[in-house]
């Protein structure tokens, strides 16, 4: 009888059976080592998350502070470094302006190469002094075509554009701009300014960075900052672009102006040449190859400036499926990373103490690995955890007062968005699953470690598959293909746990833990992002 009683209070009437014997049989197992077992194991993994919680609270707080103060009482870039626009000189010509490489590596790229070939070579500068170098190491022979044509159409104008290919893909990315800067025709050039296939610079994009590079020997990078062409695409891409605008608007910003070291975007920003050289080079060890040279060069004494008001378009990846491989890639590679690098950072001798502590603590370990870790265990484990299990206690300021503080900073990088942070905090939680999985992955090294998969843009697909005379197929034709079998364990975990709390819970979780069911189980099905007919 008391073994009877004890698993129908554990299981909710809508979750029995008609085998009374296999509740009972569960529930006296889940009596037996919760007191041994269970309340130690969440004890401590509340303890740890709330640790997690604080460091990202400081961090958090720490940023918001410092970009106020920089707002407020903080030098224009112009002042603090200095800066002189490039003119006409009669004598030297067009000789007095240094020499500037556009690297643009695209991999199968049909939708969007056009723009990003446009671009560059729209862009502003003496023609005799910039050489575009399309690094193409498609696959696809018609799409190899269809790139090779479009750089002639450039050279026929008079744009000095060379189209590279090379025989493997050693090394992805980083191995094509290894390679791109083998040329012997770079050896004459002074910085190289590097674009992925959907950036699109503006045509005064080298008259606003160049300048600071060639009157500053110290600055080694000049970043600008990402805009997204597709914000507006669906909810997926709204939430993106939150989460990057807080990237660029605080932590960004706060690197440049306090340490003058971040991590390199990977595209729209304009490297010297000679720092690269001095870094290493491009090194493939990693699938975060732009962060990787970043640290290298940063651990030379370079400096870094970002300039936030100078914007260059861009795509967000607005399937699930390309937005997963993504997320993965930037969230396993700084880890793997992180762990090849972390004693070359303590061992340095050119950079400060308080900047090594910057680069491993905040740079990396806050931000890389805690950010993802305690989101998705203490948000999907702990929490609901502590529904099964009441013994266990979350103090309020964890539980509610420190993340509501971090959500509203994170709120200031997109005012406008402000209204769908509940829809955010959902959906960041979600992709935490395969963040924290990912951060793992490239801590020891295993599975997925060195997987490179290009996020796929998709320019002005959808529109033209969409259109009036565009035969759709049924959603449901693909659901197979659709579905995330992992997403769709969790929400149903986090489900059973709602309904549990619903029924005889005291915290009233359950509001939470329903609404974060529903976000896994609409992400699990494939509900989230575009749709793209036919794909």
């Known amino acids: 009888m008391e073994i009877e009683s004890t698993s129908s209070r554990f299981i909710p009437e809508g979750f029995e059976g008609t085998a009374n014997d296999i509740a009972a049989q569960f529930g006296f197992i889940f009596q037996m080592i919760k007191a041994p077992l269970l309340i130690p194991i969440l004890n401590v993994m509340v303890f740890l998350c709330l640790a997690m919680s604080l460091m990202l609270f400081i961090e958090r707080l720490y940023m918001g502070i410092v970009i106020v103060l920089v707002k407020i009482f903080g030098k224009k870039i112009e002042k603090r470094y200095k800066f002189q626009p490039f003119r006409d000189d009669l004598e030297l010509g067009s000789s007095a302006y240094p020499m500037v490489l556009i690297q643009i590596p695209m991999f199968n790229e049909k939708e969007v190469y056009q723009l990003s070939i446009g671009a560059a070579c729209g862009l502003s500068w003496p023609a ?4 575009i170098q399309v690094l193409d190491d498609s ?9 090779e044509l479009e750089c002639k159409r ?13 025989d493997n893909r050693l090394g992805y990315k980083s191995g094509a701009l290894k390679e791109g800067m083998k040329r012997s025709y770079v050896k004459h050039c002074d910085y190289v300014a590097i674009f992925d296939a959907d950036f699109q610079p503006e045509p005064d994009y080298l008259w606003r960075t160049i300048p600071f590079l060639h009157h500053n020997p110290e600055i080694a990078l000049v970043q600008a900052r990402w805009t997204f062409v597709n914000a507006n695409e669906c909810l997926m891409t709204r939430m993106q672009e939150m989460s990057l605008d807080y990237h660029f608007t605080v932590e960004q910003e ?55 008001d100078l914007h260059v378009k861009s795509e967000l990846p607005s399937t699930f ?24 950072i303590v061992r340095n001798k050119k950079v400060t103490l308080w900047k ?10 806050v931000r890389k690995i805690i950010a993802h870790i305690v989101t998705f265990v203490f948000y999907c484990i702990v929490i609901p955890g502590t529904v099964l299990v009441p013994e266990v206690h979350i103090p309020m300021w964890g539980l509610v007062y420190i993340p509501s503080i971090i959500t509203i900073l994170n709120a200031v990088g997109t005012p406008r968005s402000v209204h769908l942070l509940v829809f955010w905090i959902l959906f960041e939680n979600v992709m935490s699953l395969h963040r924290s999985k990912a951060c793992f992955i490239g801590l020891f090294e295993t599975g997925r470690v060195n997987e490179w998969v290009v996020t ?49 819970g005291k915290n009233n979780y359950w509001v939470y833990l329903y609404f974060q069911a529903v976000a896994f189980f609409v992400m699990g099905f494939g509900y989230v992002g575009t749709f793209v007919p036919n794909s």
Request: net charge positive.
């Open 356 to 365: 090594k502590f910057y680069v491993i603590y905040s740079f990396f370990f």
């Open 254 to 308: 706060v690197g440049s102006s306090t340490y003058a070291f971040f991590g390199f975007n990977g595209t729209a920003g304009v490297w010297r040449i000679a720092a690269i050289e001095e870094a290493g080079g491009w090194n493939g060890r990693t699938t975060v190859e732009d962060m990787d040279l970043a640290v290298r060069a940063g651990l030379k004494g370079f400096k870094f400036l970002y300039i936030g």
């Open 139 to 147: 696959t696809d022979p018609a799409i190899k075509d269809l790139v």
């Open 456 to 504: 796929d843009k998709l320019g002005d697909v959808t529109k033209a598959k969409q259109g009036p005379k565009a035969t759709k197929k049924p959603r449901f034709s693909k659901i197979g293909e659709r579905l995330h079998l992992t997403e769709l364990a969790v929400g149903a975990f986090l489900f059973f746990v709602a309904c549990y709390d619903y029924s005889y």
């Open 154 to 166: 450039w050279q026929s104008k008079g744009i000095n554009i060379i189209y590279e290919i090379r």
């Open 128 to 131: 005799d002094r910039i050489i």
């Open 321 to 344: 499926k390309a937005y997963r491989f993504q997320q993965h890639r930037w969230s396993c590679g700084p880890a793997n990373l992180f762990r090849k690098m972390v004693m070359e």
